[in-house]
T-cell receptor, first 112, second 115 residues
Framework: GNSVTQMEGPVTLSEEAFLTINCTYT??????LFWYVQYPGEGLQLLLK?????DKGSNKGFEATYRKETTSFHLEKGSVQVSDSAVYFC???????????FGAGTQVVVTP | DGGITQSPKYLFRKEGQNVTLSCEQN?????MYWYRQDPGQGLRLIYY???????QKGDIAEGYSVSREKKESFPLTVTSAQKNPTAFYLC??????????????FGDGTRLSIL
């Protein structure tokens, strides 16, 4: 079946460091891929998305590229801030599937 | 502004009591979803609905019930049969498209605790 695997957290890094969160998926065909962010006590917010191979999603300095050959959608940011501390979820959806498959989430902690 | 409204933000349940969590959206989305999130855990799907008057069980439907009488509303009832209801509950909605489903939009959640 379809599944999403994310690197385990917490990921702890200093302000202005480079962030990478790995995400790989298992799915038949070409799902749409998403990254969501959840701040403490809140719901999830869509961060970025990509709908076909080689698409790059970007938002707020975050980027992720849809890699069909490696079935991956790694999230990157060149210089993190304390305000980026949150839990990040990778997700996929399949055409007419009607539901999403979420990864387990990766907590990121950025220290001053 | 369009969005998803969940209420209440905090809810307490007594033993043997059913409680209902509200979820309303004004985004004109077709599909609506309920997830449960436990501390430090990911999201688990409880129920989802793609059309009015129809809904499907997710991965952890036991002890929960839903209805979808209106496109805008998808209330979740946590019944007394759910023995461990303490969790953060998230409602979401999305378009269902021919070339792929739209991204899910989330409410701010309801935190349910046992008295």
């Amino acid at each position: 079946g379809n599944s999403v695997t994310q690197m385990e957290g917490p990921v702890t890094l200093s302000e202005e460091a480079f962030l990478t969160i790995n995400c790989t998926y298992t799915a038949t065909g070409y799902p749409s891929l998403f990254w969501y962010v959840q701040y403490p006590g809140e719901g999830l917010q869509l961060l970025l998305k990509a709908t076909k191979a080689d698409d790059k999603g970007s938002n707020k300095g975050f980027e992720a590229t849809y890699r069909k050959e490696t079935t991956s959608f790694h999230l990157e940011k060149g210089s993190v801030q304390v305000s980026d501390s949150a839990v990040y979820f990778c997700a996929l959806s399949w055409i007419s599937w009607g539901k999403f498959q979420f990864g387990a989430g990766t907590q990121v902690v950025v220290t001053p | 502004d369009g969005g998803i409204t969940q209420s209440p933000k905090y809810l307490f349940r007594k033993e043997g009591q059913n409680v209902t969590l509200s979820c309303e959206q004004n985004l004109n989305h077709d599909a609506m979803y309920w997830y449960r999130q436990d501390p430090g855990q990911g999201l688990r799907l409880i129920y989802y609905s793609q059309i009015v008057n129809d809904f499907q069980k997710g991965d952890i439907a036991e002890g929960y019930s839903v209805s979808r009488e209106k496109k805008e509303s998808f209330p979740l009832t946590v019944t007394s049969a759910q023995k461990n209801p303490t969790a953060f509950y998230l409602c979401a909605s999305s378009f269902i498209g021919q070339t792929g489903d739209g991204p899910q939009h989330f409410g701010d959640g309801t935190r349910l605790s046992i008295l």
